[in-house]
């Protein structure tokens, strides 16, 4: 005789089905499974264990695949409990609600670390940009410097520093600048730098026809407060002036405004 393990109605041997709830009743291999602890179906353990393994890498999957891993294997658990023959997978039930509960409290752990790292990482770019900003300028009046050498005792624009052949007359040296600084508005390491001419130069037949007598170079944030806060400006002084705000007032005569902090 087979008995019911729902409803105790004893069932004639190698009858499949209780003749009275209609039960599916354990086989011979079922039974051998359920005395080894195996029980029958576990598609829902199994996929709670495997939304638990996923969320941990993931963390939590965007709470969804933690939220679902431990809710499949509290219902696969419970089953497996009231109905070892027809349930099984307890073991993997319990990984995936212990697993998708690791990744639900590692969330908040996250956010916590993201909210401290974040803006480490932002002020790190920013100096590392603004520091870059800082060189760039003192490029570009070094190529000045060496530009007015050849050209009679006179600045000129950034693209002359990038192709002196083409603006001093029979000039045959090397290049005074190259790459993005050799071009106004040109954009390096998270700031736009733009070249401000003075009064322009005598006209004379050594020297070239776009030549200056004085200029100011300014280097701003593309992105205020994220590619750089600080706005630098340097000129034929030699001096280097910045404001903190990253907004530099009107440059005339090709002058750095003298309310801006001296660079030390």
Not at 80 to 97: C, F, I, L, T
Not at 126 to 137: H, P, Q
Request: hydrophobic fraction near 40%; aromatic fraction near 6%; glycine fraction near 14%.
């Amino acid at each position: 005789m087979t008995i019911c393990p729902k409803c105790q109605t004893q069932n004639a041997p190698g009858t499949t089905f209780c003749v009275g709830c209609g039960q599916a009743l354990p086989g011979r291999s079922a039974r051998r499974a359920t005395a080894s602890g195996e029980g029958g179906s576990k598609g829902m353990a199994m996929t709670a264990m495997i939304l638990g393994i996923l969320s941990v890498p993931t963390f939590g999957c965007a709470l969804v695949g933690a939220i679902t891993a431990i809710v499949l294997g509290a219902i696969a658990y419970s089953r497996a409990n009231k109905e070892p023959d027809v349930y099984g997978g307890k073991g993997m039930a319990m990984a995936g609600m212990i697993l998708g509960g690791v990744s639900f409290l590692m969330i908040p752990v996250i956010g916590i670390v993201s909210a401290i790292a974040i803006p480490s990482l932002l002020r790190a770019r920013v100096s590392t940009n603004e520091s870059a900003a800082i060189g760039d300028l003192r490029t570009i009046v070094s190529a000045e410097a060496a530009y007015q050498s050849a050209n009679g005792g006179y600045y000129d624009t950034l693209e002359c520093l990038g192709a002196p052949s083409g603006c001093i007359p029979r000039y045959t040296g090397p290049v005074m600048l190259q790459g993005p600084l050799a071009t106004d508005n040109g954009l390096k390491t998270g700031y736009r730098h733009t070249m401000h001419l003075g009064p322009p130069a005598p006209q004379g037949s050594s020297i070239s026809p776009s030549s200056v007598t004085a200029y100011a170079v300014v280097a701003v944030p593309i992105t205020q407060g994220q590619t750089g806060v600080r706005a630098f400006c340097s000129d034929s002084t030699g001096v280097m002036r910045y404001w903190p705000l990253g907004a530099i007032p009107e440059i005339t005569d090709g002058q750095c405004p003298s309310d801006g902090l001296v660079m030390r």
